[in-house]
Structure formats: structure tokens, C-alpha cells
Nanobody, 122 residues
Framework: QVQLVESGGGLVQAGGSLRISCAAS????????MGWFRQAPGKEREFVAY????????YYTNSVKGRFTISRDNAKNTVSLQMDSLKPEDTAVYYC???????????????WGQGTSVTVSS
């Protein structure tokens, strides 16, 4: 297991940008694939993006392709999500999570952060 702490959420206008980050504990960070998920009010948690342990493989859900970029710094044990051209429908609590494999399936992630709130105003 690994402890994860998100930061960087906030309020932004539609069309704006925001970068959220997740700091991980432990010395085996590069062993984990990292994912970002989000949960909007009244909706189920949904997959956003993942990145492999080396950072060489990324994958995005269709609704954020071309607008969001996931990256990681294994020397600093961090993973980030750069969010550009934000839309009101991107409003949600964003969670980072760690998995032993690159996957879009939330149940395959063994460690979760507490979430950071992102609000996009129209």
C-alpha cells in the first residue's frame, strides 16, 4: 500500500487551466501505475487517465483527450494532471490512485488519496 495526498484543486473559469498533483509515500513509487479518477456531485466515480510506472504509457478517457495531460516524476514521487480548456462538466472531486497494472478499472487500484475538489464556473 502507498499513501497518496492530492493538492492543487480550486475554482477556475471555463476555458481556464488547473494543475493538480498527488504526492506518494514510500520507495516503490515507480512500481505503481497511477491513475486519476473523478466524481461529480450525484454521479459515480469515473476514470480520467492513467500513466505507467515508467511514465512511458498514458491513456485518457475520451472526454478529456487533448485537454488533460497526466505526468509523473518518479524522483519526487509525484503524479500530476494538467487540465486545460476546462469545462463546467469537469467539475468534480479528483482522486489519484495506485495500481499494480495500467487499468481503467477502479477496483484494480489498491490505494487512493482523499481527493481534491475542482470547480469550473461557466
Amino acid at each position: 500500500q502507498v499513501q497518496l495526498v492530492e493538492s492543487g484543486g480550486g475554482l477556475v473559469q471555463a476555458g481556464g487551466s488547473l494543475r493538480i498533483s498527488c504526492a506518494a509515500s514510500g520507495r516503490t513509487f515507480r512500481s505503481y501505475a497511477m491513475g486519476w479518477f473523478r466524481q461529480a456531485p450525484g454521479k459515480e466515480r469515473e476514470f480520467v487517465a492513467y500513466i505507467s510506472g515508467s511514465g512511458g504509457m498514458t491513456y485518457y478517457t475520451n472526454s478529456v483527450k487533448g485537454r488533460f495531460t497526466i505526468s509523473r516524476d518518479n524522483a519526487k514521487n509525484t503524479v500530476s494532471l494538467q487540465m486545460d480548456s476546462l469545462k463546467p462538466e469537469d467539475t468534480a472531486v479528483y482522486y489519484c490512485a495506485a495500481s499494480w497494472t495500467t487499468t481503467r478499472v477502479s477496483s484494480e487500484y489498491h490505494s487512493w488519496g482523499q481527493g481534491t475538489s475542482v470547480t469550473v464556473s461557466s
